[in-house]
């Protein structure tokens, strides 16, 4: 699933350089969303196999810094692209390296085969009944449950903030093309060491109690931002978000590994991967409520405080899981 979700986010990013047509670049850029959200699921769920015994939480800190690396070569690769042809010039080279990157996991990972379904019709209904069956399961286990959506609300105020950030600093503090792109490298740089730092942290604190330190880093960060709208604060802020942004993902994805039944880490995957995208529209929806006037955007930012102390306090009901996978 993870090559066929790949083939297709690389195919319509590649079609998103040459075509013309604004409806037809939104249709694009849908299929390629879509194909690289559900290809994400795939890819966290081969963690358990790849991972060596004892080390998952710093495996998934080596991989999350793998991937911020890869963010801050593309920013460089591609901005001769962007200056030489526009902003459409750099799907296509995004595609290919895309593709070229994605080669060793297609090539070095083995996986047992499972039964194939006679058609689309019977995959569909399987994956509806399996969902079905999945949702009854987690919300029987209260700490499965709990997780699912304390990462819920916290992930509506860090999608925001992702989708958002170079609005705000563009309309806010007013930084030009060149000044963004080099604030985004360095917290990119952040988001690499926080990742492999709290993905060791993992190991001796525990997965919970670490997400709870990174979460408290977001509210943190944002706070600086609405006590002080300032371009010197940002760039205190923007190195605190990327270094919990960095340790976010690889800490979240290992405590869901280890409140989870191994026979079922895929299926608890694509729950988490469904609760993950529900949250990338309460938070975009509030924010774009909240800074109708650009004076509100202290407002809209307590607003997503507000979703990571909701998620903080649910998270700390959480049981501790009773059999650490990374010890």
Not at 21 to 48: E, K, P, R
Not at 192 to 213: D, E, M, P, Y
Not at 244 to 250: E, K, P, Q, V, Y
Not at 269 to 291: C, D, E, K, Q, Y
Request: proline letters at 5%.
């Amino acid at each position: 699933f993870l090559r066929w979700t790949t083939y297709g986010c690389v195919t319509a990013t590649l079609l998103l350089g040459v075509t013309p047509h604004l409806l037809t670049a939104l249709v694009l850029f849908g299929i390629a969303n879509f194909c690289y959200q559900l290809g994400t699921i795939f890819y966290d769920a081969l963690l358990w196999r790849v991972a060596p015994p004892g080390r998952l939480g710093q495996t998934s800190g080596i991989g999350a810094a793998f991937g911020y690396a890869g963010s801050m070569i593309g920013l460089l690769l591609l901005w001769p692209f962007v200056r030489w042809g526009g902003y459409q010039a750099s799907f296509a080279p995004s595609a290919l390296c895309f593709l070229l990157f994605a080669l060793p996991s297609f090539l070095m990972i083995r996986e047992a085969r499972g039964p194939r379904p006679s058609s689309w019709r019977e995959l569909m209904r399987t994956a509806w009944l399996r969902l079905g069956i999945t949702v009854r399961f987690a919300r029987r286990h209260r700490g499965l449950w709990g997780f699912l959506w304390a990462s819920f609300f916290s992930s509506n105020a860090i999608n925001t903030v992702l989708v958002f950030m170079a609005v705000y600093t563009r309309k806010i503090i007013g930084f030009t093309n060149t000044q963004l792109m080099t604030f985004f490298l360095f917290s990119q740089a952040f988001a690499i060491a926080g990742a492999i730092v709290f993905g060791k942290a993992v190991g001796r604190w525990g997965a919970k109690r670490t997400l709870a330190v990174v979460w408290c880093g977001w509210i943190a960060a944002l706070g600086l931002l609405v006590a002080d709208v300032s371009e010197r604060l940002l760039w205190v802020a923007g190195p605190i978000t990327g270094f919990c942004l960095g340790s976010t993902w690889a800490t979240a994805r290992v405590l869901l590994m280890e409140l989870s039944p191994k026979d079922q880490l895929a299926e608890m995957f694509g729950l988490a991967g469904l609760f993950g995208r529900a949250s990338s529209i309460l938070g975009p929806l509030l924010w774009g409520l909240l800074v109708w006037d650009p004076a509100r955007y202290p407002v809209a930012l307590l607003s997503l405080i507000g979703l990571l102390v909701i998620g903080l306090w649910i998270l700390s009901r959480v049981p501790e899981p009773p059999v650490s996978v990374t010890t």
